[in-house]
Antibody, heavy 121, light 108 residues
Framework: QVQLVESGGGVVQPGRSLRLSCAAS????????MHWVRQAPGKGLEWVAV????????NYADSVKGRFTISRDNSKNTLYLQMNSLRAEDTAVYYC??????????????WGQGTLVTVSS | DIQMTQSPSTLSASVGDRVTITCRAS??????LAWYQQKSGKAPNLLIY???SLESGVPSRFSGSGSGTEFTLTISSLQPDDFATYYC??????????FGQGTKLEIK
């Protein structure tokens, strides 16, 4: 079955960097756009970034633009999020999610279980 | 950016009740809206896409309707497993993809 497993979260000091990974299985990874969505403690969902199926197009939320970089390695079925210049307000559970339909970006299904990033001194 | 506003923020109901959650968009999004259910400590789970299409495997007591700027998620007869937080998400104009702030469905 389709599975997304995030890793790489942890506690990091403000201003430092962290790289998240999302290992995909159970589907043709190279055919789907992929997203990162985050959720601060006790808060709602915030879309962070998207990357096209072939990595040719990337887009970011204004809140992370210039600090975060989304990438993918289709040979390894893995999605990444490089997070630089981290701030306290980046503290959240980070989910990776798949475009539900390859030819029609829009809604997300499924989502990974999430990985917690805590930015604190 | 398109803003999504859900109401109510919190809803108290009993098993067997019929409940409706509303999601309003700041501009028309046609029918490009999804609904997700999130249980505490878990990832969101897709319920509805294209405003009214039920995702495979989702119980038929869940239904969605609406178009333009106003949408509803209805649960026809609440079951104990349905107490969770629900989010709407638009995908008409992106990026950014935007979510409503969530509606927490509590047991009365």
């Amino acid at each position: 079955q389709v599975q997304l497993v995030e890793s790489g979260g942890g506690v990091v000091q403000p201003g430092r960097s962290l790289r998240l990974s999302c290992a995909a299985s159970g589907f043709t990874f190279s055919s789907y756009g992929m997203h990162w969505v985050r959720q601060a403690p006790g808060k709602g969902l915030e879309w962070v970034a998207v990357i096209a199926y072939d990595g040719s197009n990337k887009n970011y939320a204004d809140s992370v633009k210039g600090r975060f970089t989304i990438s993918r390695d289709n040979s390894k079925n893995t999605l990444y999020l490089q997070m630089n210049s981290l701030r306290a307000e980046d503290t959240a559970v980070y989910y990776c999610a798949k475009d539900a339909i390859a030819v029609r970006p829009g809604w997300f299904d499924p989502w990974g279980q999430g990985t917690l990033v805590t930015v604190s001194s | 950016d398109i803003q999504m506003t859900q109401s109510p923020s919190t809803l108290s109901a009993s098993v067997g009740d019929r409940v409706t959650i509303t999601c309003r968009a700041s501009q028309s999004i046609s029918r490009w809206l999804a609904w997700y259910q999130q249980k505490s400590g878990k990832a969101p789970n897709l319920l509805i896409y294209d405003a009214s299409s039920l995702e495979s495997g989702v119980p038929s007591r869940f239904s969605g309707s609406g178009s333009g700027t106003e949408f509803t998620l209805t649960i026809s007869s609440l079951q104990p497993d349905d107490f969770a937080t629900y989010y709407c998400q638009q995908y008409h104009i992106y990026p950014p993809y935007t979510f409503g702030q969530g509606t927490k469905l509590e047991i009365k």
